[in-house]
C-alpha cells in the first residue's frame, strides 16, 4: 500500500501489530520512551513525508501519560510534513460524563504515606449512582467533564480524522470539528453470538442500566432476540428490578464498558436469583481496574467476552472465564477502505463476513 | 461602567502543594476548594467546591513529578473553570513542561513546547505566568499574554547574603555551558564580579569531550549558575574541572532543580560544597538524601506577580527586585 504508515503508541502495540499483518504491511519505526524527568520522547526513525499516517493509540492504562503521547506523536507527524494525521483510538478516554460525588474539600495532610497512596489508590468508584451531596450552602459540586477538552487538544495538536469504537456516547462526535468514524462492534459481537451460544434464539439480551436499553435494544433486533433491563432504585441503592423474565433462559448481559465490573456482577447476582439458566457478559471495553478480576471470578457469570482494545492478556491469566474477540480485523479492514477512498457503510450491514 | 470587582482564587494541583500554600499565604488568602484525584482506570478526576463565576482564577502547577499526569490535571482544571464561567483564568506554571523540547533539532523531532502552549490556549487559559523559561522565545509560541519572570534577583539576594569571600570580591560567576554565557554575565555584572565559562571541547565525532575552562579561578570561590539542573552531570564535571583549576570552593545556584535519576548521588560524590535551588520544584525528599541541597524561595515574587497582575499594576518591579 503506497504512502502509509501504521504508528503505534505505547497503549496496545500488541492490537498495532495485528491490523499491521492483516493490512500487509510493517508497523512504522518508533521509540518511545521518558527521558529522566519523565517527560515523553518520541523518535520516529522513518520518513513519513506525504504519507498518511495512522497512530494507533488505546486510552487504558496510564491514560495521561498515554493522552500526551499521543498528541505529541501527532505533533511529530505534523512537523515531519505527514500528509494526513489519523488517530486510531480504539478506547476513547475521558469519554464518560462523570456523576458528582459527595466529597470532602479539607487539605489532606501532605505525607508520604499519603503520596504513594495517592499514586496507588483510587477513591471514586462510578459505577455507583451517588447520593446527591450533603451540603447546605446551596452550592453544588463542578465536576469537570473532560470530553470537549480531549477533542479540542487533539484537533489541536493537528489530527485531520479520528477512529475510534463504540464511544460511550456518540453525541461525543459532535465535540469534534473534524471527521469521527465511530465504529460499532455489534455486528461482530452478534456473529460471535450465533457461532458460539447454542441456544441464542431463546436467548434474552439484558442491559445491566437503564442508560444502556438503547444499546441492547440495537443487538436484540439484528439477533431477534427479547431484551430485559435492570433498573436500580435511587432512594435504595442495593434495591435493583429487573424488568423483563429470565426464568430457565440464557441471558447476555450487554454493556459498553467493563469497569469495575460492579455493576455487571449485581446483575448477574440479581439473573440468578430471578432464576437464570446461564448467564454471559459482553462489553467491547473491558478496562478491568480495581477488584474486577476478583469479582468476575467469584460471579454468577459463566463466560465473559470481551473486545481487545485495551490489551488483555494479562487479564485472561487471572480470569479464566474471559474469552477476547479480535478487531484488529474490522480496524484494518477500515483503514484499507479509508486509504482507498471507499465506502465504511459495510460494517453496519450484515453481509460483511466478519474474523473475530 | 467598571466591571464589578472580582476576587483572586487560587487552585493548586497535586504537582506542589506547598509552593501553592506559600503564595496563598503571602497574599492572606485560603487555597481555593478543589479535589483532583484520580479514577480507577486512572483518569484525572477535578472537582471545583466553591463558586468561581466572574472570578480571577490562578491555578498553580509547576511542570515536574509526574509531568503527563500533572499536565493533565492543568488542563483539565483550566477547562472545568472555564465552563464554570470564570472571568480570567491565568496558568501559573513556575518550571514550564516540556521546555527543553522547544526547536527541531533532529528529523522528525516533536517541538512539544509549541504543543504544551496550544494545549493550554485551547483548554481556555487566558494569560500564563512562568519563571525563567528555558528559552525565553516560548513566549511566542503563545497567542496569549506570557509573563516570563526572572529568579535573577532572588539569585542575586543569595550570592550577596550567603556566598563567603562575596564581601572580599573573592568571587568568580562560571557559567556550565556555553548557552548559558548570556545568564551568568548578566549576574557578574550586576555583582560587579569577574565571569568565567566552561566549554566542551569535542575533539572527534564520538570521542568524550573534554570541558575547558576559559577565564581564571585560580584562588577563588567560584559561582556556577544555570537554569535547570536534571542529571546533574553538568554541573558535577563543571566542578570537577573548576577544582583541578584552582578554585578553592564551587557553589551551584540553579532555578528549576529536577533532580532526577541519580542527581543526589552525582551531587554528593562531587566537588560541589553546596547546591542552590529555588522551590519551584518540590524537593524536600531530595534534600533528605544530599545535605549540599539549599533551598531559595520565590513564592514571594510569584505572589507579588499575582497580586500585581489582579490589580493591574506594573510587574516590571519584579524583574530586578525582590519583593521584601
Request: glycine fraction near 6%.
Amino acid at each position: 500500500m503506497n504512502n502509509l504508515v501504521v504508528l503505534s503508541g505505547s497503549a496496545h502495540p500488541k492490537l498495532t501489530q495485528q491490523i499491521g499483518e492483516k493490512l500487509g504491511i510493517p508497523v512504522g519505526k518508533v521509540t518511545l520512551s521518558k527521558f529522566s524527568n519523565q517527560e515523553t520522547n518520541v523518535e520516529i526513525h522513518q520518513s513519513i513525508r506525504e504519507n498518511d499516517v495512522y497512530i494507533v493509540q488505546s486510552g487504558c492504562g496510564q491514560v495521561n501519560d498515554n493522552l500526551i503521547e499521543l498528541i505529541i506523536m501527532i505533533g511529530a507527524c505534523r512537523t515531519a510534513s505527514a500528509r494526513r494525521v489519523i488517530c486510531v483510538c480504539p478506547f476513547f478516554p475521558y469519554s464518560r460524563n462523570r456523576e458528582p460525588e459527595d466529597l470532602s474539600f479539607d487539605e489532606p495532610k501532605e505525607t508520604e504515606a499519603n503520596k504513594k497512596a495517592k499514586a496507588n489508590t483510587t477513591v471514586m468508584d462510578l459505577s455507583q449512582l451517588p447520593e446527591p451531596p450533603k451540603n447546605q450552602t446551596g452550592y453544588k459540586h463542578w465536576t469537570a467533564s473532560s470530553g470537549t477538552l480531549i477533542a479540542n487538544m487533539i484537533t489541536a495538536a493537528g489530527a485531520d480524522q479520528i477512529i475510534t469504537l463504540d464511544l460511550h456516547d456518540p453525541q461525543f462526535q459532535g465535540f469534534f470539528d473534524i471527521p469521527v468514524d465511530n465504529l460499532t462492534s455489534q455486528p461482530l459481537i452478534a456473529k460471535y453470538i450465533r457461532d458460539n451460544i447454542p441456544d441464542y434464539k431463546d436467548a434474552i439480551i439484558v442491559s445491566p442500566d437503564a442508560g444502556g436499553a438503547k444499546r441492547a435494544t440495537a443487538l436484540s433486533e439484528i439477533l431477534n432476540t427479547s431484551i430485559g433491563l435492570i433498573h436500580k432504585d435511587r432512594k435504595n441503592k442495593d434495591n435493583m428490578q429487573l424488568v423483563g423474565n429470565v426464568k430457565d433462559k440464557t441471558c447476555i448481559l450487554f454493556d459498553d464498558i467493563v469497569d469495575t465490573a460492579n455493576t455487571i456482577t449485581k446483575a448477574a447476582k440479581l439473573l440468578h436469583e430471578q432464576g437464570a439458566k446461564r448467564i454471559y457478559a459482553v462489553a467491547p471495553h473491558a478496562i478491568l481496574s480495581g477488584d474486577a478480576l476478583t469479582l468476575l471470578n467469584e460471579s454468577f457469570i459463566d463466560e465473559v467476552i470481551v473486545g481487545n482494545t485495551i490489551p488483555q492478556e494479562e487479564h485472561v491469566e487471572k480470569c479464566p472465564k474471559i474469552k477476547v474477540l479480535d478487531f484488529a480485523s474490522m480496524f484494518a479492514e477500515v483503514i484499507r477502505r479509508i486509504h482507498n477512498g471507499e465506502s465504511v457503510s459495510f460494517l453496519y450491514g450484515d453481509s460483511h463476513n466478519w474474523e473475530y | 461602567m467598571d466591571a464589578p470587582s472580582n476576587s483572586i482564587k487560587i487552585f493548586a494541583g497535586n504537582a506542589h502543594m506547598g509552593l501553592a500554600k506559600l503564595i496563598a499565604r503571602r497574599l492572606n488568602l485560603d487555597l481555593a476548594k478543589a479535589a483532583v484525584l484520580k479514577y480507577t482506570n486512572n483518569e484525572t478526576s477535578v472537582t471545583i467546591g466553591e463558586s468561581v463565576r466572574d472570578e480571577d482564577v490562578y491555578i498553580i502547577q509547576p511542570g515536574c513529578g509526574d509531568i503527563n499526569d500533572n499536565l493533565m490535571e492543568l488542563l483539565i482544571m483550566i477547562h472545568a473553570c472555564k465552563t464554570a464561567s470564570a472571568r480570567r483564568i491565568t496558568a501559573v506554571i513556575p518550571c514550564f513542561f516540556y521546555a527543553r523540547q522547544d526547536k527541531k533539532d533532529k528529523s522528525r523531532a516533536p517541538i512539544s513546547a509549541k504543543l504544551i502552549a496550544n494545549m493550554l490556549t485551547v483548554a481556555g487559559a487566558n494569560h500564563v505566568i512562568t519563571m525563567d523559561l528555558h528559552a525565553s522565545q516560548i513566549q511566542g509560541f503563545f497567542n496569549i499574554p506570557v509573563d516570563n519572570l526572572y529568579a535573577e534577583p532572588s539569585t542575586l539576594k543569595y550570592i550577596r547574603e550567603c556566598i563567603p569571600d562575596y564581601k572580599e570580591g573573592k568571587v568568580v560567576i562560571v557559567s556550565p555551558d556555553a548557552g548559558g554565557a548570556k545568564r551568568a554575565t548578566s549576574i557578574a555584572d550586576r555583582l560587579d564580579l569577574e565571569f568565567a565559562l566552561i566549554h566542551k571541547e569535542r575533539k572527534k565525532a564520538n570521542f568524550v569531550s573534554r570541558m575547558v575552562l576559559v577565564g581564571d579561578v585560580k584562588g577563588k570561590t567560584a559561582v556556577l549558575v544555570d537554569d535547570m539542573a536534571d542529571t546533574c552531570g553538568t554541573l558535577g564535571k563543571a566542578a570537577q574541572t573548576l577544582v583541578e583549576n584552582g578554585a578553592t570552593k564551587v557553589y551551584a545556584i540553579v532555578t528549576h532543580g529536577i533532580l532526577s535519576g541519580k542527581a543526589c548521588e552525582v551531587i554528593n560524590n562531587s566537588a560541589l560544597t553546596q547546591v542552590v535551588v529555588t522551590n519551584t520544584i518540590p524537593h524536600e525528599d531530595k534534600k533528605k538524601l544530599c545535605p549540599k541541597i539549599a533551598t531559595i524561595d520565590v513564592s514571594p515574587t510569584l505572589a507579588e506577580a499575582i497580586r500585581r497582575t489582579h490589580n493591574g499594576e506594573s510587574v516590571s518591579y519584579l524583574f530586578h527586585n525582590v519583593p521584601a
